[in-house]
C-alpha cells in the first residue's frame, strides 16, 4: 500500500500502512532502538532522555544539506505509540494487533508539503528496509526513484500550476540536488553545449533569420537571444535576456510575456524552482500552464540525468484540455 497525503489542522500528513509478519514487541524494538535504527532509519539516531540527534556523517556538505538536526521524543507508550520531532516534521509509529502479527501505522507531518512526492519515496524505501530488517534478510535497495517520485508528484497535485492576478505560477520541489548543479541543468551545463528539453532547438523560429539564429544558438546552449534553450519551449518563445544571476534567477521576456526562474535552497526543505510567467493576454493561460507543466516534468526527469525528446505536444495538449475545463 501506497503513502497517503492528508491535511491536518492545515499541516501535510504522510500517512503509511504495513502489516508485519511479527509480534509488537520485536517490531517495537526495531522502530525505538538506536541500534535497530540504523538498519533502516534514514539518519543516525542518538536518544537521551527526551532528547534526540540525528545526523549524517557520509553525507557530503552542500548549500542545502544540514548534515546534524535535533528533535525531541513527544510520545512514548510501549509498546504501542513512539512518537519524535525531527527538525520540522513530526515522525509517530503506532503498533496495533494484527491477525497476521502487527499492523504498523506510520505518519509523518511535513515541514512543507512541496517534498510531499520525495518523502514518501524516501519513507517507502526506509519501510522496506524496516521489513528486511524484521526478516532477517538482506535489503537491495528501494528501486527506480524518479519514476516514484513523479508518480507521487502526479497522485498527490503538487505538479499544478496556478494562474492568478494575470500570473501563472509553479513550484516545484527538485530534492536535494546543490544550486549549481540545477542551474547546468537549466543552461546547458559548462560550455552550454546541450540541446534544450524536449526540443533540438528549444522554442520555435519564425523567419529564416531567425531559424538561423537558433540553430546557432542551440549549438551553443542558448537562443539566438542570449535566453539557454532550456528555459524556454516551443510555445514560449524567447524575447530580450532581462536578468541572469547564477545559480538562481533567470528572467527573459517572451511575446506572451515576462518568464522568471528562481531557485531556492533551503537546508531544511531542500531545493526548489518557483517558475511564474506574467501574461499579456489571460486567453493563454491554459497553454501557458500546459506548456508549463510539461516543461517542467522534462527539467525535473533531467536533475537525474534523464533528457527526454522529443517535446511532448499530446501530453501539453492534454493538459491544455485540464486547464481549460
Not at 509488537?24 to 532502538?33: F, I, N, Q
Not at 557520509?58 to 513527544?74: A, C, F, N, Q
Not at 515522525?91 to 511535513?110: D, I, K, N, W, Y
Not at 519514476?147 to 516545484?172: N, P, S
Request: hydrophobic residues 40%.
Amino acid at each position: 500500500m501506497g503513502a497517503e497525503l492528508r491535511r491536518i489542522d492545515g499541516r501535510p500528513v504522510l500517512r503509511f500502512e504495513r502489516v508485519l509478519a511479527h509480534p509488537p514487541a520485536k517490531v517495537w524494538r526495531v522502530v525505538t532502538e538506536p541500534p535497530e535504527l540504523a538498519h533502516w532509519f534514514p539518519a543516525a539516531v542518538e536518544i537521551e532522555g527526551r532528547e534526540m540527534r540525528f545526523s549524517f556523517p557520509d553525507e557530503v556538505l552542500t548549500d542545502v544539506i544540514d548534515p546534524t538536526s535535533t528533535g525531541e521524543v513527544l510520545e512514548l507508550d510501549p509498546p504501542r505509540v513512539f512518537a519524535f520531532r525531527w527538525s520540522t516534521d513530526v515522525l509517530r509509529f503506532e503498533l496495533l494487533p494484527h491477525e497476521r502479527g502487527c499492523l504498523l501505522v506510520f505518519t509523518a507531518v511535513l515541514g512543507a508539503e512541496r517534498g510531499a512526492a520525495r518523502d514518501a519515496v524516501g519513507w517507502d524505501t526506509c519501510l522496506a528496509a524496516l521489513e528486511a530488517r524484521l526478516d532477517d534478510r538482506p535489503f537491495s535497495g528501494g528501486g527506480e526513484v524518479l519514476g516514484a517520485i513523479e508518480r507521487y508528484t502526479r497522485e498527490f497535485g503538487l505538479d499544478t500550476g496556478r494562474f492568478e492576478d494575470g500570473v501563472v505560477r509553479f513550484v516545484r520541489d527538485l530534492v536535494w540536488r546543490p544550486l549549481d548543479e540545477v542551474w547546468a541543468v537549466l543552461t546547458g551545463g559548462e560550455g552550454g553545449r546541450e540541446a534544450g528539453i524536449g526540443t533540438a532547438a528549444g522554442a520555435g523560429a519564425g523567419t529564416a533569420a531567425e531559424a538561423r539564429a537558433g540553430a546557432e544558438g542551440a549549438a551553443a546552449g542558448e537562443t539566438g537571444t542570449g535566453v539557454p534553450v532550456r528555459a524556454t519551449n516551443p510555445h514560449v518563445p524567447a524575447g530580450p535576456l532581462v536578468e541572469r544571476t547564477p545559480p538562481r534567477v533567470l528572467v527573459f521576456d517572451s511575446p506572451t510575456g515576462r518568464v522568471r526562474w528562481e531557485f531556492r535552497a533551503d537546508p531544511e526543505r531542500g531545493t526548489s524552482v518557483e517558475l511564474t510567467h506574467a501574461l499579456t493576454d489571460p486567453a493563454f493561460a491554459p497553454q501557458a500552464l500546459a506548456a508549463w507543466h510539461a516543461h517542467l516534468e522534462l527539467f525535473f526527469a533531467a536533475t537525474f540525468g534523464e533528457v527526454r525528446c522529443p517535446w511532448p505536444e499530446r501530453r501539453v495538449a492534454e493538459l491544455v484540455e485540464h486547464y481549460g475545463s
